[in-house]
């Protein structure tokens, strides 16, 4: 299957700071997602971006799809404690299947 | 409205044991999905399903099957239990066409002994 690489596989950031995230494929997408999931349950979809290029933003997250259709990124400003969770990217480059990343950890330390 | 809903949320099982997993949602979706989740390799996709009556074979289908009689149920059956198949099994939907995002549900924790 298609091989997703989303880094860093866990951060430990102070309350306030600014988070950064991403994720690369190896091979073209055409849509890309970004999770949030939290102890005990199923991932929640953050942000969806269908446009090579294309900045979306969600209250303090912000998201873009990469110009060369193969990354993404995932902002967070000015972290929360509830912000604390597993962040995971998903990619779909054709067909019906969304492959998903191993997952960034977030720790926000108060 | 509860969205996705995964029956049971916990099981034990034996190997060479047999079970279903029950997936119900009530959002008028027409795609459904089973995936698996394990440590460090984030989630796969079993089997998955483009409306009722149809299904097709994900990225890691073996061991499985599914069934899709009623559009808003998808079920999850393990024929004979393996070790290998010790997971957390998470149901997603989607509104239809391949660009729609997916919704889950909480997960079922399997544990195969």
């Known amino acids: ?110 | 409205n509860a969205g996705v809903t995964q029956t049971p949320k916990f099981r034990v099982l034996k190997t060479g044991q047999s079970m279903t997993l029950l997936c119900a949602q009530d959002m008028n979706h027409e795609y459904m999905y089973w995936y698996r989740q394990d440590p460090g390799m984030g989630l796969r996709l079993i089997h998955y399903s483009v409306g009722e009556g149809t299904t097709a074979k994900g990225e890691v289908p073996d061991g499985y099957n599914v069934s899709r009689l009623k559009k808003q149920n998808f079920l999850l059956g393990l024929e004979s239990a393996a070790p290998s198949q010790t997971s957390v099994y998470f149901c997603a939907s989607s509104y239809g066409g391949t660009n729609q995002p997916q919704h889950f549900g909480d997960g079922t924790r399997l544990s195969i002994l």
Request: aromatic share 12%; charged share 15%; with cysteine.
């Open chain 1, 1 to 110: 299957g298609q091989q997703l690489n989303q880094s860093p596989q866990s951060m430990f950031i102070q309350e306030g700071e600014d988070v950064s995230m991403n994720c690369t494929s190896s091979s073209i997408f055409n849509t890309w997602l970004w999770y949030k999931q939290d102890p005990g349950e199923g991932p929640v979809l953050l942000i969806a971006l269908y446009k090579a290029g294309e900045l979306t933003s969600n209250g303090r997250l912000t998201a873009q799809f990469g110009i060369t259709r193969k990354d993404s990124f995932l902002n967070i400003s000015a972290s929360i404690p509830s912000d604390v969770g597993i962040y995971f990217c998903a990619g779909r480059s054709g067909g019906n299947q969304f492959y998903f990343g191993t997952g960034t950890s977030l720790t926000v330390i108060p």
